[in-house]
């Protein structure tokens, strides 16, 4: 008996020890000269990989030690909400999670960094950065946040499923117009096989362009009026009601229900899950998607090949392009330190090592770009830049990195066309639905600021 | 304590009836085959699936016997070190041991408090202990959640762990109710040896609640070992995760295929501690059940 | 000398229910008072939280999405805690019967009820594959085309109350113990009065067992206003928002839109409802419950 009440006794007390040291340590500033940057990120390996930069940096920077923290992406925004609110905020993060750019910028988290990059003598052209990228992420003159990676949408193809029904490979020229939406659907019904079985049925295209609202913008049409990307991403109104974005919407799910050459909803989730890319499955013939998709081409088995997106019916937007930065936000008590970290990250010589240590990220320092290029087994070099070249001239920057709360107004997006996804309504009959909410939603947001 | 928990057991059958079963338990015997078929087809094709290859897996219709015996998706889920399955086990270990522990020593000391003592106050707490019992986690969820946070313990198994030290409702009230049928010449004879009242409380009532106790532990354990609200508000890293969280996160990783069969192996072996506590005290277990009204 | 003696009694007791009543305050009496201050502010936890006075309560009777967690919650509720409750009772009285088996039966009912929480919902939202799983293909020999289960906002609520009749077996454990618990005198009183096997149920069976049927029904619905594990490991409260629960809302509104008022606001909702059908129950319940002695326990 007595034994047992000394192994509570030991519990409880063990316990309260751990508790004490949590607290000491959230609150220590510590009296020494070393000062500890926090770099928050996602918990994926093309994340975390930062972690195997660290030892060198930090014997470069005996001042500085560098703690990576990290989360799932599903959790990434409401972890780092709670660590502002618990005041241990990390110093480095960058937009991971379902929120963007401006909901971060609109919220205060982020610190204007432009006395900071005055004092440093910071020039982007030093890290091969061109200016346009950096302007991505200037509000009125203030820079917020410094580029690191900078993903566009490819076209990923399953060189097997094209060899076997006899089709040529699509170029990665932009400019090669012979290349277009339509005859993209003609290869994809040459490559579908519809069947109940699993392990037999076979879709030409997944057509993931952006996200949902975005979608339409390769159409040329627009969801979101012209001022929101001059007034801080609150648009002040929505066009969904209007026949351009209607049209757009019965094009991209008509490729399922009346073309039948993309998964249904029903076949994606079966064979990748919830979240997964079907693409990976070996079962669809083209892909369009984030470039990050790439970086998994290890895992594929089966040989992949990159290609441009194909000429939509907007000559001027065919890809979404996700430059994802670097933030120090706002309650940093080490800004100085943090921007040594980041300098340090986008210098050519660790950009070129995150390449392979990340699986394949792309970097937004372009002399590092490079060796981005020569880094996928199978794929030629030359293909790859080409495809980044045109993406890059004719791209669009996310609308998450773009538009205040996105994750409220992707989540009604998900919600509200899931039943169009599954073939049970038409475009026309939800839009005017959605229309309603997301005035209503857009309404209340700037009710509350 | 619930007299019907104690009659927990098989009804007799008298050996004639069972000669010539009239029709009616015929019916119901016939019945009960189907539902047991329904309710156990959705664990075999568990147990199949977490044994069958990745192209097996998406075949269709699904085989009911694996093919070939995939017997790495077992190894896989401790060998892959993006899954990490074998440090949530020992998480989701560490935090039911420890709020089973906490739960059983804190709920005990009040559960005797409230059995044994009258004071100013007392009928009322009472009744106020009792009132917490249908309080529901998610009202009182987001001020813990920030209390937690601002004293640090974010993302550490502590917030799941340290609320057991104060007792749970529940378990007090099933505690107490045992603890009110000892006998009150018990303690006189106790009070005239000298002892004081922890001594009464230690000495004299636990070695006696050894049935008591078991039955609250069990219980105790499965609610901490299947909590997911809990581990999802708090715990950020994959390393601190627990088991229903760390499967979860399974599920909805990115950029992958969902592994159906590395899924389903996590489920059963996630199930295993449940089972065995069953297979060994199923007894004391069905009790638990029935007192807690536990699902 | 009396006074001395009620002074150790109160002494004792406050020293033993110390650790209940400091949780209390800390856990439970703190959290709802910050939650009812938090309901009438705005709070991001970025910035400090500004008194809107009935503002989140005003928006959220006006937002659809509240009265759609609401429906989709009473929906899940309405039906699968009734269902559940009465097979549970059903098969409780057919093991009680003599019926050869009855311990195999016990088990294999209660079994799935072990694979509980997570892998529970990993397990349903495999067997609801639309086109690999077990469940579509059990349809099949019946002639049924595969449904989409999970996927379809018509299909997805169901395939979750479905699912949770899978959990029946601690329900049917009670039962039985409750009915191994009525007086075999009362039963055989029952049989020369000439009653039918209805007829026992209603006036003997049943109202023996009832405090149990009372207690199973409430904690039912209380844990079922409070469903979320399925909600956030299968369907993601979708598709179309069909199976948006309550508390999946005031997650999503609290740790994802950084609405901490806002989902204070709605768990105080939660908290008040959660006493009032409590109230209501055990009001109506002097109707059926029939307590021996004729006192509440």
């Known amino acids: ?388 070249d045109g993406a890059y001239k004719y791209g669009f920057e996310s609308y998450n990195h773009l538009i205040d709360n996105y994750s409220q107004i992707n989540e009604l997006f998900i919600n509200e066309l899931g039943p169009v996804e599954n073939g049970d309504k038409k475009p026309e009959e939800v839009l005017p639905t959605i229309q309603e909410k997301l005035t209503k939603l857009l309404e209340r947001f700037r009710q509350s600021k | 304590m619930n007299t019907a928990a104690a009659q927990v057991r098989e009804p007799r059958t008298t050996s004639r009836r069972r000669k010539m079963p009239a029709a009616g338990p015929l019916i119901g015997f016939v019945v009960l085959l189907a539902v047991t078929v329904a309710m156990l087809a959705p664990l075999w094709f568990m147990v199949s699936t977490s044994l069958k290859t990745t192209k097996e897996m998406l075949a269709f219709p699904p085989t009911f016997i694996p093919e070939t015996f995939a017997w790495s998706n077992f190894k896989e889920l401790f060998t892959n070190s993006d899954i990490k399955f074998g440090q949530q086990y020992a998480n989701s270990l560490i935090v039911a041991v420890f709020s089973v522990l906490g739960t059983v020593i804190s709920s005990s000391l009040v559960a005797f408090g409230f059995a044994r003592y009258r004071a100013r106050g007392s009928g009322l707490l009472f009744l106020l202990m009792l009132s917490t019992m249908m309080l529901p986690y998610p009202a009182i969820m987001i001020p813990q959640f920030l209390l937690f946070t601002n004293i640090g313990l974010h993302d550490s198994l502590l917030p799941l762990i340290l609320p057991n030290f104060f007792g749970s409702a529940y378990i007090i009230f099933l505690l107490k109710q045992f603890f009110s049928t000892m006998p009150n010449e018990l303690y006189d004879a106790g009070r005239i040896d000298g002892s004081n009242e922890f001594r009464l409380f230690w000495n004299l009532t636990l070695p006696l609640a050894g049935p008591a106790l078991a039955t609250v532990s069990i219980f105790t354990f499965i609610w901490s070992w299947n909590d997911l609200l809990t581990p999802v508000l708090y715990l950020d890293s994959q390393e601190n995760f627990t088991l229903p969280i760390g499967m979860a996160a399974m599920m909805s990783s990115k950029f992958r295929l969902a592994p159906w069969n590395l899924l389903m192996a996590a489920a059963l072996l996630s199930s295993l501690p449940i089972i065995t506590l069953f297979a060994v005290a199923q007894r004391r277990f069905v009790e638990g059940i029935v007192l807690t009204g536990i699902k | 000398m009396r006074r001395k003696r009620i002074d150790r009694e109160t002494r004792a007791f406050y020293w033993f229910i110390s650790p209940w009543l400091i949780g209390f305050v800390v856990l439970a009496l703190f959290p709802i008072l910050a939650s009812l201050y938090y309901s009438f502010t705005d709070y991001d936890v970025v910035h400090a939280p500004v008194w809107i006075g009935l503002d989140n309560f005003r928006e959220l009777f006006r937002d659809e999405l509240f009265w759609t967690s609401i429906r989709a919650t009473l929906k899940y509720t309405l039906i699968s805690v009734p269902l559940t409750l009465l097979l549970s009772l059903a098969f409780a009285m057919l093991i009680n019967q003599k019926v050869p088996f009855q311990g195999f039966f016990r088990t294999a009912i209660y079994f799935p009820s072990m694979i509980s929480g997570v892998a529970m919902s990993l397990l349903w939202f495999w067997v609801f594959n639309p086109q690999a799983g077990l469940f579509n293909l059990v349809l099949s020999w019946f002639g049924v085309d595969p449904i989409p289960w999970l996927l379809d906002a018509r299909y997805a609520i169901w395939a979750l109350i479905i699912m949770s009749f899978w959990g029946m077996g601690a329900g049917m454990l009670i039962f039985l113990a409750g009915l191994q618990g009525v007086p075999q005198h009362l039963l055989e009183a029952a049989k020369l009065d000439g009653a039918g096997r209805w007829k026992t149920f209603r006036n003997v069976t049943f109202p023996m067992i009832s405090p149990v049927f009372l207690f199973q029904l409430i904690i039912g619905i209380i844990d079922s206003f409070q469903v979320f594990t399925q909600a956030y490991t299968i369907t993601q409260g979708g598709p179309s928002y069909s199976t948006w629960f309550y508390v999946y809302n005031i997650y999503i509104n609290a740790f994802k839109n950084f609405r901490y008022g806002y989902a204070s606001a709605m768990a105080w909702i939660l908290l008040v409802a959660v006493m009032i059908v409590t109230y209501v129950i055990m009001k109506t319940s002097n109707r059926y419950v029939y307590y021996e002695g004729g006192q509440s326990r």
């Open chain 1, 1 to 388: 008996m007595n034994k047992k009440w000394l192994t509570a006794a030991t519990g409880f007390a063990l316990v309260t020890v751990v508790a004490g040291t949590a607290c000491s340590s959230g609150s220590g500033d510590g009296g020494s000269k070393t000062v500890t940057i926090t770099h928050y990120t996602i918990d994926s390996p093309d994340r975390t990989f930062v972690e195997k930069l660290i030892p060198d940096f930090e014997a470069k920077h005996p001042n500085i030690k560098i703690k990576v923290t990290k989360a799932p992406y599903e959790q990434f925004d409401s972890k780092l909400q709670s660590a502002i609110a618990g005041k241990k905020a990390p110093d480095v993060t960058s937009h991971w999670g379902y929120g963007g750019f401006m909901e971060y910028y609109n919220k205060g988290m982020l610190m204007d960094l432009t006395q900071l990059l005055q004092d440093d003598g910071f020039s982007a052209g030093d890290y091969n950065i061109p200016e346009n990228v950096m302007d991505i992420y200037k509000v009125d003159g203030k820079t917020y946040g410094i580029p690191l990676n900078s993903y566009v949408t490819v076209m990923l193809y399953n060189k097997d499923l094209f060899d076997k029904a006899g089709l040529t490979y699509p170029p990665t020229d932009y400019e090669d117009k012979s290349w277009t939406f339509d005859k993209m659907v003609d290869y994809a019904k040459k490559m579908t096989v519809h069947s109940n079985n699993l392990a037999e049925a076979q879709y030409g295209v997944d057509f993931g362009w952006g996200e949902r609202d975005q979608r339409v913008q390769y159409f040329g049409a627009d969801v979101y009026s012209e001022d929101t990307w001059t007034n801080g991403g609150k648009p002040s109104k929505v066009n969904l009601d209007q026949p351009a974005v209607i049209d757009a919407y019965k094009k991209i799910y008509g490729l399922i229900h009346d073309q039948k050459v993309a998964p249904t909803p029903a076949f994606s989730k079966s064979v990748s899950g919830q979240f997964g890319d079907p693409f990976l499955s070996g079962k669809i013939g083209m892909s369009v998607v984030g470039s990050w998709s790439l970086a998994a081409s290890s895992e594929f088995n089966f040989k992949v090949g990159v290609a441009a997106v194909p000429q939509g019916p907007n000559p001027n937007v065919r890809s979404v392009l996700y430059v994802d930065p670097l933030f120090i936000l706002k309650d940093s008590k080490h800004p100085k330190e943090a921007l040594e970290w980041i300098k340090y990250l986008i210098t050519t010589e660790v950009q070129e090592k995150s390449i392979e240590l990340s699986g394949g990220n792309p970097p937004v320092n372009q002399k590092a770009a490079e060796k981005y290029y020569g880094s996928f087994e199978g794929i030629e070099p030359a293909q790859i830049k080409q495809v980044y």
